[in-house]
Structures are given as structure tokens and as C-alpha cells.
């Protein structure tokens, strides 16, 4: 069994330019999280997603970032106009149910803005 | 709202000692509580949890954690620290279908 794959493992982005994270879940898992990681700082939740919906954006900043979870394909995170504060590990996590309380973590995906 | 406070940003024990990370929330409503370890640029590995039942949980690698209602806490143990264990481990709490509050973490140094 594969586990939450994530790509790529580190991004090397310049000011201004777009991020796009991507995050297969656990096969049969229906439901995606993505958090992020700042330096010394634990995860901090942005975005529940099931198949083509958005459940939950909350800790979603209001502008440049988005997410989706298509019908087939990976979740994808994307970061417009990234600036040097969007540097971070972001992870996703997938979990075959609702109620949050079996998520499994990707390795994340490591985000440097230059 | 739910919160997650871990005293310690930094623990160091030495190898075969007494491990012990702690961890206290505030939650409105019984909260489910969880134990990850993450080791350095990976993921997140889930050690332990508590639902519901049994306040003493029994995780991987030799770990517990023991929920305490009336002190609303969620402390990490493990009789004897082995060199593998040296790693960064994080609380959260779930309230509800929240998504899950983490704690800052606590960096955990094993000396030989």
C-alpha cells in the first residue's frame, strides 16, 4: 500500500511566481488536508477537501492561494505570487472518512522563495 | 475554540532515561487527542491517540500517553529513551469534525 505521496519534495520559487504542490492520498482515501509548517512553528491547518469539493478553507489566506481536489488526479495547492513568507513545509494528509481522527501524512513538500 | 499547549520547546534526556513531554489542551466538548513524531524533513507519524474508553493509550515504539480530564492534559511517556527516538513530537487535539490543532512541538535531544 502506497502511502500520501507528495510532489515535488522541494520547490525553489522566485518572488512573484506561481507554486503548485500536489498530493496523491492513500488509495480508497476520499478526504485531503493540507497544513503548513513555518520555522519553529507546528502545522497549521488550511484547507479540507473531498472528490471536487472544498469543505473547509478556514486557514486558507484570503488571496493568492487556492486548492482543489479534482474527480481524478492529485490535490493541488497553488500559491500565486508567491513572496518570501509563503516559504514553509506544506503537508498533506488523506483520511478514508469524515470526523478527522485517521489522517495520514505525506513527507510534505518544502517551498523556498528566493 | 480548541487549543494545544506543549511546555518545552527543547527536552534533552540521556539514553535509558525516563522520557516525558507534555502536552495540555482546552477543548468545550470531549476532545479526541493526538501524539505524531516527525522526524527531520519527513512526515508526520502518528504514535498514539484517544478517542474514547481507556484514558491510558498505548502507541508505537514503546510509547503511552494518559488522558487526564481534570487536568486537561495529554503528557507523552516512555520508561527508557533510545537513541531512535531523538525527534520533534507534536500534540493536537480534534473537537468535533474540526481539522486537527497542533501544538508548537517539542524537540526531543537523546544523549549517549
Known amino acids: 500500500n502506497a502511502g500520501v505521496m507528495q510532489n515535488p519534495r522541494h520547490l525553489v520559487r522566485r518572488r512573484g511566481q506561481e507554486a503548485r504542490l500536489r498530493c496523491s492520498p492513500m488509495k480508497g482515501h476520499s478526504h485531503v488536508y493540507w497544513y503548513r509548517q513555518l520555522p519553529e512553528e507546528g502545522l497549521k491547518f488550511m484547507v479540507y477537501?473531498?472528490?471536487?469539493?472544498?469543505?473547509?478553507e478556514s486557514g486558507m489566506p484570503k488571496e493568492r492561494f487556492s486548492a482543489e481536489f479534482p474527480k481524478e488526479g492529485p490535490s493541488i495547492l497553488r500559491i500565486q505570487q508567491v513572496v518570501r513568507g509563503d516559504s514553509a513545509a506544506y503537508f498533506c494528509a488523506s483520511s478514508p472518512r469524515t470526523g478527522g481522527d485517521e489522517q495520514y501524512f505525506g513527507p510534505g513538500t518544502r517551498l523556498t522563495v528566493t | 475554540a480548541q487549543s494545544v499547549t506543549q511546555l518545552g520547546s527543547h527536552v534533552s534526556v540521556s539514553e535509558g532515561a525516563l522520557v516525558l513531554l507534555r502536552c495540555n489542551y482546552s477543548s468545550s466538548v470531549p476532545p479526541y487527542l493526538f501524539w505524531y513524531v516527525q522526524y527531520p524533513n519527513q512526515g508526520l507519524q502518528l504514535l498514539l491517540k484517544?478517542?474514547?474508553?481507556?484514558?491510558l493509550v498505548k502507541g508505537i515504539n514503546g510509547f503511552e500517553a494518559e488522558f487526564k480530564k481534570s487536568e486537561t492534559s495529554f503528557h507523552l511517556t516512555k520508561p527508557s529513551a533510545h537513541m531512535s527516538d531523538a525527534a520533534e513530537y507534536f500534540c493536537a487535539v480534534i473537537e468535533g469534525n474540526t481539522p486537527l490543532v497542533f501544538g508548537k512541538g517539542t524537540r526531543l535531544s537523546v544523549i549517549a
Open positions: 484517544y478517542t474514547t474508553g481507556a484514558t
Open positions: 477537501l473531498q472528490k471536487e469539493n472544498i469543505i473547509d
